[in-house]
T-cell receptor, first 114, second 115 residues
Framework: SQELEQSPQSLIVQEGKNLTINCTSS?????LYWYKQKYGEGLIFLMM?????EEKSHEKITAKLDEKKQQSSLHITASQPSHAGIYLC??????????????FGKGTLLTVNP | DSGVTQTPKHLITATGQRVTLRCSPR?????VYWYQQSLDQGLQFLIQ???????AKGNILERFSAQQFPDLHSELNLSSLELGDSALYFC??????????????FGPGTRLTVL
C-alpha cells in the first residue's frame, strides 16, 4: 500500500476558484514537502513543513501540517491556469540511524480551465 | 535551474535493449539519488550513492544497476528493457546523505520510451 495517500487524484477547477489537495500518512511525518510538476518535466520545490501546526505560504499557495503531523493540505486561492500541473507530496521516512529517505505520494493532477 | 543535469532528455529504444542514463550532480554535492516515475507506481526511489559508494537501495530491479564515478557523476544502466520500464527517470543530488528531502535537488529527468 502507498505510504502517502494524496486526494483527490485529479481535480478540474474554473479559473479563480479555490482548491485544496490533501496528503495523508499512516505514520508521523518528520518532514513534508510539496512539489509541482508540469507534465513530463522536472520537480519544482514549493514548500517544506516540519513542525506540527506549521503553515507556509508562497504567493497564492498555502500549505499546512496538522498538529499530529500525519496530514498536510495544500490550498490554492484564486487559481490561475499557471497553477495547472501535478502536485506531489513527499515525506521523510526514517531509514535507520540518523538517516532519512524521501518517499512520495502518487500526485494530484490539477487542471485549471480559463 | 537546480544545477543537476541529466542526459539524454528523451530516449526511445526497443524491448530487450540496454540504455545508460547520465546524471551530473550540483557542484559540491556528494550524494546522488535515482528515482523512477511511472503512471501506475508514481515516483519511486531506486538507489542512492554517496561519494562513489552505494548508500541505500529502494525498489530497483536486478536488471538495473548504477554507479557513481570519481568525478561524482552517476550513471543508471537499464538492461533487458521491457515495455513497463517506460517512465521518467529523475536524478537528485544533495551535499549530505540521509537527510531526506531537505536538501535534495532534482534534475529535469530523462524520459525513456520502450517500444
Amino acid at each position: 500500500s502507498q505510504e502517502l495517500e494524496q486526494s483527490p487524484q485529479s481535480l478540474i477547477v474554473q479559473e479563480g476558484k479555490n482548491l485544496t489537495i490533501n496528503c495523508t500518512s499512516s505514520k508521523t511525518l518528520y518532514g513534508l514537502y510539496w512539489y509541482k510538476q508540469k507534465y513530463g518535466e522536472g520537480l519544482i520545490f514549493l514548500m517544506m513543513l516540519q513542525k506540527g501546526g506549521e503553515e507556509k505560504s508562497h504567493e497564492k499557495i498555502t500549505a499546512k501540517l496538522d498538529e499530529k503531523k500525519q496530514q498536510s493540505s495544500l490550498h490554492i486561492t484564486a487559481s490561475q491556469p499557471s497553477h495547472a500541473g501535478i502536485y506531489l507530496c513527499g515525506a521523510d521516512r526514517h531509514s535507520g540511524g540518523s538517516n532519512y529517505k524521501l518517499t512520495f505520494g502518487k500526485g494530484t493532477l490539477l487542471t485549471v480551465n480559463p | 535551474d537546480s544545477g543537476v543535469t541529466q542526459t539524454p532528455k528523451h530516449l526511445i529504444t526497443a524491448t530487450g535493449q540496454r540504455v545508460t542514463l547520465r546524471c551530473s550532480p550540483r557542484s559540491g554535492d556528494l550524494s546522488v539519488y535515482w528515482y523512477q516515475q511511472s503512471l501506475d507506481q508514481g515516483l519511486q526511489f531506486l538507489i542512492q550513492y554517496y561519494n562513489g559508494e552505494e548508500r541505500a537501495k529502494g525498489n530497483i530491479l536486478e536488471r538495473f544497476s548504477a554507479q557513481q564515478f570519481p568525478d561524482l557523476h552517476s550513471e543508471l544502466n537499464l538492461s533487458s528493457l521491457e515495455l513497463g520500464d517506460s517512465a521518467l527517470y529523475f536524478c537528485a543530488s544533495s551535499a549530505i546523505p540521509g537527510t531526506g528531502g531537505r536538501e535534495q535537488f532534482f534534475g529535469p529527468g530523462t524520459r525513456l520510451t520502450v517500444l
